[in-house]
């Protein structure tokens, strides 16, 4: 099982990045997927997640109404459509399965693919 994260870069402070995660031995059909990151220092946070179907998202408040998570399942693939980046969201980007009950989403296995530098600069 591999989940692969890209596209992350060097942004300007207002810019815009898209994130894909794509898996390999996984069919991500079946899962929800979240997106998490962790900035120098800090400890990993989620970000995003969305059910399996694609029908709910979930956001954290630090980047709700910026950030957009998508799921193409034809392309066993999961995006984070990231626009008016901030320098606190300078962070490496990871995917990875999730598990979505009433209290919230987190992670679902203990196991974290590659992750993606994400860099805003101010």
């Known amino acids: 099982v591999q989940l692969q994260a890209s596209g992350g870069g060097l942004v300007q402070a207002g810019g815009s990045l898209r994130l894909s995660c794509v898996a390999s031995g996984l069919t991500l059909d079946y899962y929800a997927i979240g997106w998490f990151r962790q900035a120098p220092g800090k400890e990993r946070e989620g970000v995003s997640c969305i059910s399996a179907s694609g029908g709910s998202t979930y956001y954290s408040d630090s980047v709700k109404g910026r950030f957009t998570i998508s799921r193409d399942n034809a392309k066993n693939t999961v995006y984070l459509q990231m626009n008016s980046l901030k320098p606190e969201d300078t962070a490496v980007y990871y995917c990875?399965?999730?598990?979505?009950?009433?209290?919230?989403?987190?992670?679902?296995?203990?196991?974290w693919g590659q992750g993606t530098q994400v860099t805003v600069s101010s």
């Open positions: 990875a399965p999730a598990f979505i009950n009433e209290a919230g989403w987190g992670r679902l296995f203990d196991y």
